[in-house]
C-alpha cells in the first residue's frame, strides 16, 4: 500500500513494515527499528525464520543493502543469528507489556486457600471410568460439520429424561428444551431477545452475581428485591417488571425455599403484570429433608423460563446448561442465535449424553445425594460447637452464617484467609442498601480430607470474629 506514493506498507510473513522514503531516518535504521518492533510486540517470535536480505529487499523496494545494513545491526544486538544453509531466526523475543496485561487472569481469590467458596461442584465423587468412557465415546465420533442451534438431539433427549425423573417436570407443559452454554449465558440471551434498553428486569437482592452482570450488559433497568426467609418478596416487586429472575428451590446464597404459597404469589404476579419469570434451578436436584416443591415452570409453563446447568452437578468443564421455555421464548432465542452465529458448543453436550446412555449421570446423582448431606452436617456441627448460627434449607451445596455487620463480614474473610481458607462473603451479592451480613459457606469442592481441616479452621476463624467485634 502507499500513502501519496511515499509510505509502504509490505506484509513479510504476515508482518507489516512501513517504509517512510521522506522520513530523515535512514532506511536500514527503519527496517531495523520494524523488525525490533515486531519482535518487541510478538509478531515474531523467537525461532522464527526471516526472509533472506534478497527477498526481504524485494518486498520492500529498496536495495539489499539496506536490509544487509538491519540484518547485521540486528546480529550486534543479539536479536537475529544465521544458521548455515537455512537462513535468519529470530533468536528470542521478550512477552509485550500488552501481551502480558491481555493474557494475565485476574486473581482468583481462592488461589492458594482451602476453598469454602459457593458455586462449586463436588467432583470427587464422579465416577472416573465412567467419565473417561463418555469422553472417549465422544472423540470417536465424526467432526461435525454444523451444530444445532437448538442443542445436540441426544443431549436434548437427555435432558427431558432428567428433568422428568429428577425435577418432575413432564412433556405435557408444551415447552421446548434447548441447550445452552450455562446459566449466565441463557440470562444474556433472554435479556437480548425479549427485553429492550431501559426495561425493569427484577432480581433477588441479595442474589446471583452473574446474572445481575448479564442483564446489566443488555442494558436493562436492574432492580434488586429483598430476599426474606421464603425467597423473593413478591410485594417489592416494581408493576412495570418485565423480567424476573429467582432461584426458588435453593435461594442463592441464603439458602431458602420459596415456599408454595410464595411461589403461587409470584405466578399470580406475573400473570397480572404480563412478566416473565426465569426460575434458575441451578442445584435443584440435590434436597436431602424432604422432596422438592414443584417447579415454577410446572405450575406455569406459559409464563417460566426454566434454566438448569451441569456445572453444579458435575463439573463447568462441560459448559452446558438447559433452557425450557414456551414456544414462543425458544424460538426467538433460537432467532437470536442464528442471527448472532453462538449457540452452546456440542462437546459437552455429547459427554452429558453419554453419561446418560449408560446410566452413568443416574449413578452419579444418587452419589452425590449420599455424600452433600455428610458433608452438610459435618459442617454444621463444627460451626455450631463453636456458637455460630447456621441457617439455609437441608439442600443443596452451601448454608448461610449471619453475622452482624459488613465490618465482621470483612474481617471474617481476613482471619479465615490468614489461616489458609477462603470464605465467600454476602457484599459481593448485594446491589441494594445492606440489611443482611453473613458468609455463604459451600462445601462441595475440597476432598473428603481436606472439608473438616478447613471447616474448623474456618469456624475457630469466624469464632473470634464474632466474639471479638463489637
Known amino acids: 500500500m502507499t500513502d501519496g506514493g511515499k509510505n509502504w506498507a509490505v506484509v513479510v510473513d504476515d508482518l507489516p513494515l512501513v517504509i517512510d522514503r521522506d522520513s530523515s531516518v535512514p532506511l536500514a535504521v527503519q527496517v531495523a527499528d520494524g523488525l525490533r518492533g515486531a519482535a518487541t510486540t510478538g509478531?515474531?517470535?523467537?525461532?522464527?525464520?526471516?526472509?533472506?536480505?534478497?527477498?526481504?529487499?524485494?518486498?520492500?523496494?529498496?536495495?539489499?543493502?539496506?536490509?544487509t545494513a538491519a540484518y547485521d545491526q540486528l546480529h550486534a544486538e543479539g536479536w537475529l543469528s544465521g544458521r548455515h544453509g537455512s537462513g535468519t531466526y529470530l533468536t528470542a523475543s521478550p512477552v509485550p507489556v500488552a501481551a502480558q496485561a491481555a493474557t494475565t487472569p485476574r486473581a482468583d481469590p481462592a488461589v492458594g486457600l482451602l476453598d469454602l467458596g459457593t458455586g462449586a461442584p463436588c467432583i470427587e465423587v464422579i465416577d472416573r471410568t465412567a467419565w473417561r468412557r463418555a469422553w472417549r465415546a465422544v472423540s470417536d465420533r465424526n467432526p461435525l460439520v454444523r451444530k444445532e442451534r437448538a442443542g445436540e438431539p441426544d443431549y436434548r433427549a437427555a435432558v427431558a429424561e432428567h428433568l422428568l425423573r429428577h425435577r418432575g417436570l413432564g412433556p405435557g407443559s408444551g415447552s421446548v428444551a434447548l441447550a445452552t452454554a450455562g446459566t449466565s449465558t441463557a440470562v444474556s440471551e433472554l435479556a437480548a431477545t425479549l427485553l429492550r434498553p431501559g426495561d425493569v428486569a427484577a432480581i433477588e437482592d441479595p442474589g446471583y452475581s452473574r446474572a445481575a452482570g448479564a442483564f446489566h450488559a443488555a442494558g436493562v433497568r436492574l432492580v434488586p428485591v429483598p430476599v426474606d426467609a421464603d425467597g423473593l418478596r413478591v410485594d417489592q416487586l416494581p408493576l412495570d417488571t418485565k423480567m424476573v429472575y429467582c432461584t426458588p428451590a435453593h435461594q442463592f446464597p441464603l439458602g431458602a425455599r420459596m415456599p408454595a404459597a410464595r411461589r403461587i404469589e409470584l405466578i399470580e404476579f406475573a400473570r397480572r403484570t404480563g412478566a416473565l419469570i426465569i426460575e434458575d434451578d441451578y442445584d435443584g436436584e440435590l434436597r436431602y429433608d424432604t422432596a422438592p416443591l414443584p417447579l415454577l415452570a410446572a405450575l406455569a409453563p406459559e409464563l417460566v423460563v426454566h434454566l438448569g446447568t451441569t456445572s453444579k452437578i458435575l463439573s463447568p468443564t462441560l459448559g452446558v446448561g438447559w433452557m425450557v421455555a414456551a414456544?414462543?421464548?425458544?424460538?426467538?432465542?433460537?432467532?437470536?442465535?442464528?442471527?448472532?452465529?453462538?449457540?452452546?458448543?456440542?462437546?459437552?453436550?455429547?459427554?452429558?449424553?453419554?453419561?446418560?446412555?449408560?446410566?452413568?449421570?443416574?449413578?452419579?446423582?444418587?452419589?452425590?445425594?449420599?455424600?452433600?448431606p455428610l458433608r452438610r452436617t459435618l459442617v454444621v456441627e463444627e460451626l455450631l460447637r463453636r456458637g455460630l448460627t447456621v441457617r439455609g434449607d437441608d439442600a443443596g451445596s452451601h448454608l448461610f452464617i449471619p453475622l452482624a455487620s459488613a465490618a465482621q463480614e470483612e474481617a471474617a474473610i481476613a482471619a479465615a484467609a490468614t489461616a489458609g481458607v477462603y470464605l465467600d462473603g454476602l457484599g459481593r451479592y448485594t446491589r441494594g442498601p445492606?440489611?443482611?451480613?453473613?458468609?455463604?459457606?459451600?462445601?462441595?469442592a475440597l476432598s473428603r480430607a481436606d472439608l473438616p481441616v478447613a471447616v474448623r479452621s474456618a469456624g475457630d476463624a469466624l469464632a473470634r470474629v464474632v466474639q471479638w467485634t463489637p
Request: net charge positive.
Open 327 to 372: 414456544p414462543a421464548v425458544t424460538d426467538a432465542v433460537l432467532t437470536y442465535r442464528e442471527l448472532t452465529g453462538t449457540g452452546p458448543a456440542p462437546a459437552g453436550q455429547q459427554v452429558v449424553a453419554e453419561l446418560a446412555r449408560h446410566g452413568d449421570l443416574a449413578r452419579h446423582l444418587r452419589r452425590l445425594r449420599r455424600e452433600m
Open 434 to 444: 445492606r440489611h443482611t451480613f453473613g458468609i455463604a459457606l459451600g462445601y462441595a
Open 43 to 67: 509478531a515474531l517470535r523467537g525461532g522464527d525464520r526471516l526472509p533472506s536480505s534478497r527477498e526481504l529487499a524485494a518486498r520492500l523496494g529498496v536495495s539489499r543493502t539496506v536490509v
